[in-house]
T-cell receptor, first 108, second 114 residues
Framework: GQQVMQIPQYQHVQEGEDFTTYCNSS?????IQWYKQRPGGHPVFLIQ?????EVKKQKRLTFQFGEAKKNSSLHITATQTTDVGTYFC????????FGPGTSLSVIP | DGGITQSPKYLFRKEGQNVTLSCEQN?????MYWYRQDPGQGLRLIYY???????QKGDIAEGYSVSREKKESFPLTVTSAQKNPTAFYLC?????????????FGPGTRLTVL
């Protein structure tokens, strides 16, 4: 079945540094969804990418879908303590298949 | 206030007992999902339902059962056959079964089996 992998599993950054997490698949994806889960909380939808090479921005967050639609990235510029959490990518067919997530820690 | 509710937030049970986790949504969504989350393993799909009175097994359905008698409700029963039931359980819903719909998650139930 369809699977998505994410790297890194964990990332510790100093506040103000940039952060990137990558989502990869061996098969072509119809779409990519990104979710954020704060510690102790539940996943919250951030964005969806559908088109090859698509780039979307939300304030300090930049989301990109690869040209071959097999990978995606989430980049955070100048991290803040509010960015702490686990970031999941997922692809949906008739249900969303999630990657294992990247846990981000921000050191003040 | 629309959303998904799960109760209780924390649940403790003795080994060998069945336990039912509640999930209710007032978003008028057709599709509902149950996930299990363990540390470092992300979200694993247990069961999902795309319409009332119909549901399908996900990746880790063994030891679990569900029902979907009403559109707004999708309870999950963790049976005694589930070998490692202690986990964080998340319920989610989406508008319908179409592939491009975001999922809305409930606050989760943290189950501990003693």
């Amino acid at each position: 079945g369809q699977q998505v992998m994410q790297i890194p599993q964990y990332q510790h950054v100093q506040e103000g540094e940039d952060f990137t997490t990558y989502c990869n698949s061996s098969t072509t994806l119809s779409n990519i969804q990104w979710y954020k889960q704060r510690p102790g909380g539940h996943p919250v939808f951030l964005i969806q990418l559908v088109k090859s090479g698509e780039v979307k921005k939300q304030k300090r967050l930049t989301f990109q879908f690869g040209e071959a639609k097999k990978n995606s990235s989430l980049h955070i510029t100048a991290t803040q303590t509010t960015d702490v959490g686990t970031y999941f990518c997922g692809t949906s067919y008739d249900k969303v298949i999630f990657g294992p997530g990247t846990s981000l820690s921000v050191i003040p | 206030d629309g959303g998904i509710t799960q109760s209780p937030k924390y649940l403790f049970r003795k080994e060998g007992q069945n336990v039912t986790l509640s999930c209710e949504q007032n978003l008028n969504h057709d599709a509902m999902y149950w996930y299990r989350q363990d540390p470092g393993q992300g979200l694993r799909l247990i069961y999902y339902s795309q319409i009332v009175n119909d549901f399908q097994k996900g990746d880790i359905a063994e030891g679990y059962s569900v029902s979907r008698e009403k559109k707004e409700s999708f309870p999950l029963t963790v049976t005694s056959a589930q070998k490692n039931p202690t986990a964080f359980y998340l319920c989610a819903s989406s508008i319908d079964r179409a592939s491009y719909n975001e999922q809305f998650f409930g606050p989760g139930t943290r189950l501990t089996v003693l």
